[in-house]
């Protein structure tokens, strides 16, 4: 059961060994918290958001899609780790993850299925600002590659769900 507007959201994006994980607050339109970890580490970090004010947050996590090519062992290892993380929020939370896959992410963000990575970062920074510097950080200082996905499935999940104000 997901919550109708949730004050947190919990966006993963998954990863064969690591995986990146945005913690995004819809109501002030911004990111609290941001890592990148070994997929194990990710678990002990999941289940630790999960505890706090449950009712109040849902996990996003960006779905694996299908493009008619051949998949290997790396994105076979990603849906794995997706299973384990949507299996430790369902434990700690009582609650399903959402999923959103990557054609629905750029085309919230970007307005087309056929936008790269920096087409969906530019878009986060032309909404955020730029990420800035350690003695001026901005919004989104810090965050470089799966952390910016994992931004986009947090902002694109509020914008569709209407959760942001």
Not at 78 to 95: D, E, N, P
Not at 123 to 134: A, C, D, Q, V
Request: net charge neutral.
């Amino acid at each position: 059961m997901a919550v109708p507007h949730p004050l947190r959201i919990v966006a993963i994006d998954p990863g064969p060994v690591d995986s990146a994980v945005v913690v995004y607050m819809p109501e002030g339109k911004v990111p609290t918290f941001h890592l990148k970890a070994p997929n194990h580490d990710l678990l002990t970090v999941l289940w630790d958001l999960g505890g706090v004010q449950p009712a109040d947050t849902v996990c996003v996590v960006e779905e694996m899609t299908s493009y008619g090519l051949t998949a290997g062992r790396s994105m076979f290892q990603t849906c794995v780790w997706a299973g384990r993380f949507a299996q430790h929020w369902k434990t700690r939370t009582g609650r399903e993850v959402n999923w959103l896959p990557r054609p629905a992410i750029k085309v919230q963000l970007c307005g087309t299925p056929r936008a790269k990575d920096r087409d969906v970062r530019e878009e986060l920074i032309h909404r955020f600002g730029e990420p800035g510097t350690k003695k001026a950080p901005g919004v989104t200082y810090g965050f470089a590659g799966d952390t910016w996905a994992a931004l986009a499935v947090s902002v694109a999940y509020a914008e569709l769900e209407r959760v942001s104000p």
